[in-house]
C-alpha cells in the first residue's frame, strides 16, 4: 500500500510539473507580443498623437511592404470613420485576420 501511495504521488506531481512547464513560457511570450505591437505602432505612428491617420500608414507601407495590407483595408480598418486608426480599431483587424483555433468557426 506504501509503494501505491508513493507511485501516486509520484505521478501527480509528474502531471503537475509538465502541465506547468507547458503554461509557463505563454505569458513572457505573450507580454513580448504586446512590446512587439506596440513599438510597432510607434513606429509608425509618426506624429506621437497615439492614432494612425492615412498618411502616416500611406508612409510607412512604401517602406516596409508588409504594410500594404494595412493601407489597403485602411478604411475599413477605421470603423468609426475619424480617418484614424487606433490601438483598438488595429487590434480587432489584426484578430479578424488570424485564423480560428476552433475549426473556423466565428
Known sequence: ??????????????VTV?????EAPQQ??????????????KKIDK???GKLSKAEVEAASKDDKR??????NFDSIDTNKD??????ELKAFRKSQRPQKD???K
Open 67 to 72: 504594410l500594404a495590407k494595412l493601407n489597403e
Open 1 to 14: 500500500m506504501k509503494h501505491f501511495f508513493a507511485a501516486s504521488m509520484l505521478m501527480a506531481t509528474m
Open 103 to 105: 475549426g473556423g468557426t
Open 47 to 49: 506624429d506621437g498623437d
Open 18 to 22: 509538465k502541465t506547468y512547464a507547458q
Open 83 to 88: 480617418g484614424f486608426i487606433d490601438k483598438d
Open 28 to 41: 513572457p511570450q505573450q507580454h513580448q507580443q504586446q512590446g512587439d505591437r506596440e513599438a510597432f505602432f
